[in-house]
């Protein structure tokens, strides 16, 4: 007999359901399948009501972040094999509203997102004529880390404050902020600021580490988070003491 293995997947259908409740599928074992593959299985040869978000199947997109097991994960990175001989508990990830099933409401993170002013802010627009800003290989090495966020909220999902707290900006957004703050072409710090170093920006996060620990492509949040407090009370008192204010 062909091996087997067990989810157990949070269903909720607004329209029908008063609350979230756990149903059972048995799927087949294969030593290469993902959780996500499982789930593909469940919804293409048992329930086609099941829903989920992905797209890439890479690890690219961010699109699959999920709670498996207890722990926010992308699932197109967790693999079956890891969990043999076990159940595979699969819940939507946490701190989100669910849409459906497995589907969160992502409306609050998109709102964080934009408020950091996600792109490079120019003093001044150049024609296309003039050609590119340029940078250098050691400018960009300075924020390159950063720029690997795909946007999976695994870090939301993972972080006490943004669970305690729905004002805080969170993870994903301030280590964005800081990547562009750090980049060499930018000039929109002082714009960001206002969001970014207000109570709810980076002085609300207490240092847990947890987003970093779940980010699957090692941006390190925490630490980008850390190092815009450090920038920020340096720019606090260049304002203070020195005679023309920040320099």
């Known amino acids: 007999m062909s091996e087997t293995i067990t989810l157990e997947v949070l269903r909720y259908n607004p329209e029908t359901d008063s609350e979230p409740h ?60 890891d969990y043999r001989g076990g159940v595979i508990k699969i819940e939507p990830l946490d701190h989100f509203p669910i849409e459906r099933d497995l589907v969160i409401v992502m409306d609050d993170f998109i709102e964080k997102l934009s408020s950091v002013k996600p792109y490079v802010i120019v003093k001044e627009e150049k024609p296309v004529s003039e050609g590119e800003y340029i940078q250098t290989p050691a400018q960009l090495k300075v924020f390159k880390q950063y720029t690997q966020c795909i946007n999976c909220m695994l870090c939301y999902a993972a972080c006490p404050q943004y669970a305690m707290n729905e004002g805080f900006v969170g993870p994903a957004a301030l280590a964005l902020a800081h990547r562009y703050n750090m980049d060499s072409r930018d000039c929109g710090k002082d714009e960001r600021a206002e969001v970014v170093a207000s109570n709810e920006g980076i002085w609300e996060c207490t240092f847990v580490g947890a987003c970093s620990e779940v980010c699957p492509k090692h941006v390190d949040p925490a630490a980008a988070i850390q190092q815009t407090k450090i920038a920020a009370s340096l720019d606090w008192f260049k304002a203070l003491l020195l005679p023309g204010g920040k320099k």
């Open 22 to 81: 756990f149903q059972s599928f048995v799927v087949p074992y294969h030593e290469d399948w993902v959780v996500l593959d499982a789930l593909n299985h469940v919804k293409d040869h048992i329930d086609s009501t099941l829903s989920y978000r992905w797209s890439c199947h890479m690890a690219v997109c961010g699109s699959c972040g999920l709670i498996i097991n207890g722990e926010p994960k992308l699932g197109c990175h967790a693999f079956v094999r």
